[in-house]
């Protein structure tokens, strides 16, 4: 079986990182693991539900400051993941909606800390965060910038 690009290893470290969203663990919220979704292509089979993250990767660019010269060269990429979670809360629940999406948004800031993706990026961060642009208004995304570089003959190694 071949393995996957290293781009598609950061994006489900980035998966696996947001499903460990728990109080038990500092965060503000619990996020169930089943409700970090990557939705496909058409956007079939995708509902919105009340505290679920949606994961979208968007398209892969070129990063030549990150290009080594080699044999092989190694090439510098840039991925941007768009983070999308609808913060929801009961009708009757007195925290006011910008206090539940700043805690959501430090809760993705500090689950995505590692800049380095796990060892697989060069460099990771938030490039873009705005509120309300989901759900009905309630909710958060971030774009998560990540730079990486792999073998110029292979994206599935890790330079």
């Known amino acids: 079986m071949a393995t996957d690009s290293v781009a598609e290893r950061i994006v489900e470290w980035i998966v696996t990182q947001l499903t460990t969203i728990c109080t038990a663990d ?9 409700d970090v979704i990557r939705p496909d292509r058409t956007g079939d089979g995708y509902a919105p539900v009340d505290n679920g993250i949606a994961v979208i990767t968007g398209d892969l660019q070129r990063a030549p400051e990150h290009d ?32 539940l999406n700043l805690r959501a948004i430090s809760d993705v800031l500090v689950a995505l800390s ?33 730079e990486f570089r792999t073998s110029e003959n292979d994206p599935a190694t890790q330079r």
């Open 114 to 146: 590692d800049i380095t993706c796990g060892g697989l990026s060069i460099n990771a961060d938030a490039e873009e965060i705005a509120q309300g642009g989901i759900g009905a208004g309630q909710g958060v995304t971030v774009t998560w910038a990540v």
């Open 68 to 99: 080594f010269i080699g044999s092989p060269g190694a090439v510098g990429w840039r991925l941007p993941v768009q983070i999308d979670w609808i913060v929801r809360r009961a009708a009757d629940d007195e925290e006011s909606q910008d206090q």
């Open 26 to 34: 500092g965060y503000h919220n619990d996020v169930d693991a089943d």
